[in-house]
């Protein structure tokens, strides 16, 4: 891989993905639209470009050996329920452009980040051949479930139109990703990221609605990007990698730690149980991604947490 296009490189992955590949000395192309990137690489050229029109996706992909399609719709809980069906078309529309643009340009590479949400039930940790299309979607996540399983089905019959001329796909089921570059603003932001703002800001004592028992499996961006990028060297044909944490936490266990590494008691946690809590998170089984990549979780939870707030600290600026 001598040139790769970053697809969605505003975002949290997307960020982390070039700030890499530049690292490593690869000529990058990173993609913005509307949202401009809160830092800017020498040497990284930066392409505006509208993912709805297939011309413009085309002289996008052009001549890169790997595309890496992060773009994609929020659906944070204060994002969810605004336009659902309208931003799951937009964003499907323009990853079926993506990847017909690939096809048409011979791609050799597409890394797609998709997401552990697919799955929604089943009795044993989930796995990469699970039946996910059989799962019925929660309602308050339909759009969100549905748009990540049929971005992936695009990218399947992406490959398999492809599969005489060598176009390799790979698709990442992360869970909960967390890190520098993640978005702090408390109207759209993830747990993660608002609870360290909220401590890092003084928005205290924390306040969690049900009993603190549902459980996330977080993993750093760190770790899911060395993961795509040795994906992008060694994998072939089509695959899909579960990948995340060797464990999950509770909510309130990540609240407590948050506290602990800015150096406040967990006395400062507050439970409200009159109020509603989210699902818990479906066990997932990583065994595929460890086998096939190597892969191990390098960065433990409080490390990632430590990064991820010193980071919120030094760009603070942004979320004002």
């Given at each position: 891989?001598?040139?790769?296009?970053?697809?969605g490189?505003?975002g949290?992955?997307?960020m982390?993905?070039v700030?890499?590949?530049h690292?490593?000395?690869?000529?990058?192309?990173?993609?913005?639209?509307?949202?401009?990137?809160?830092?800017?690489?020498?040497?990284?050229?930066y392409?505006?470009?509208?993912?709805?029109?297939?011309?413009?996706?085309?002289?996008?992909?052009?001549?890169?050996?790997?595309v890496?399609?992060?773009a994609?719709?929020?659906?944070s809980?204060?994002?969810?329920?605004i336009?659902?069906?309208?931003r799951a078309f937009?964003?499907?529309?323009?990853t079926?452009n993506?990847?017909?643009?690939?096809?048409?340009?011979?791609?050799?590479?597409?890394?797609?980040?998709?997401?552990?949400?697919?799955?929604?039930?089943?009795s044993?940790?989930?796995?990469?051949?699970?039946?996910?299309?059989g799962?019925?979607?929660?309602?308050?996540?339909?759009y969100?479930v549905?748009?990540?399983?049929?971005?992936?089905?695009?990218?399947?019959?992406?490959?398999?139109?492809?599969?005489?001329?060598?176009?390799d796909?790979?698709v990442?089921r992360?869970?909960?990703?967390y890190?520098?570059?993640d978005d702090?603003?408390?109207?759209?932001?993830?747990?993660?990221?608002?609870?360290?703002?909220?401590?890092?800001?003084?928005?205290?004592?924390?306040?969690?609605?049900?009993?603190?028992?549902t459980?996330r499996?977080?993993?750093?961006?760190?770790?899911?990007?060395?993961?795509?990028?040795?994906?992008?060297?060694?994998?072939?044909?089509f695959?899909?990698?579960?990948?995340?944490?060797?464990r999950?936490c509770?909510l309130k266990?990540?609240?407590?730690?948050?506290?602990?590494?800015?150096g406040?008691?967990?006395?400062?946690?507050?439970?409200?149980?009159?109020?509603p809590?989210?699902?818990?998170?479906?066990?997932?089984?990583?065994?595929k991604?460890?086998?096939?990549?190597?892969?191990?979780?390098?960065?433990?939870?409080?490390?990632?947490?430590?990064?991820?707030?010193?980071?919120?600290?030094?760009?603070?600026?942004?979320f004002?």
């Amino acid at each position: 891989m001598d040139r790769a296009l970053v697809v969605g490189s505003t975002g949290l992955v997307g960020m982390n993905l070039v700030e890499e590949l530049h690292g490593r000395g690869k000529q990058v192309t990173a993609h913005i639209h509307r949202r401009q990137p809160c830092e800017r690489w020498e040497g990284v050229e930066y392409r505006d470009e509208n993912l709805e029109s297939r011309g413009s996706c085309r002289e996008l992909v052009r001549g890169h050996d790997a595309v890496f399609l992060c773009a994609s719709a929020k659906y944070s809980a204060g994002l969810a329920r605004i336009r659902p069906m309208e931003r799951a078309f937009s964003t499907l529309g323009m990853t079926m452009n993506v990847l017909q643009a690939c096809l048409e340009e011979k791609v050799g590479k597409v890394v797609m980040l998709s997401s552990s949400s697919v799955y929604t039930g089943g009795s044993g940790p989930a796995t990469e051949e699970d039946n996910i299309y059989g799962e019925e979607a929660p309602a308050g996540r339909f759009y969100y479930v549905w748009l990540k399983r049929m971005a992936e089905k695009c990218a399947e019959m992406a490959y398999r139109a492809q599969e005489k001329q060598g176009m390799d796909v790979i698709v990442f089921r992360p869970t909960n990703i967390y890190g520098p570059y993640d978005d702090f603003d408390l109207q759209s932001s993830y747990v993660m990221p608002a609870l360290i703002r909220k401590v890092a800001d003084g928005l205290l004592p924390l306040t969690l609605w049900g009993d603190g028992e549902t459980s996330r499996n977080f993993i750093y961006v760190g770790d899911l990007v060395a993961a795509m990028l040795e994906a992008a060297e060694s994998v072939s044909g089509f695959e899909v990698f579960n990948i995340g944490a060797d464990r999950a936490c509770t909510l309130k266990e990540l609240s407590e730690m948050v506290l602990r590494v800015s150096g406040e008691p967990c006395t400062q946690l507050r439970l409200d149980p009159t109020k509603p809590s989210s699902d818990t998170v479906i066990d997932i089984s990583f065994d595929k991604v460890k086998e096939r990549l190597g892969y191990r979780p390098g960065t433990a939870l409080p490390e990632g947490i430590a990064k991820t707030r010193n980071w919120y600290l030094e760009h603070k600026e942004l979320f004002e």
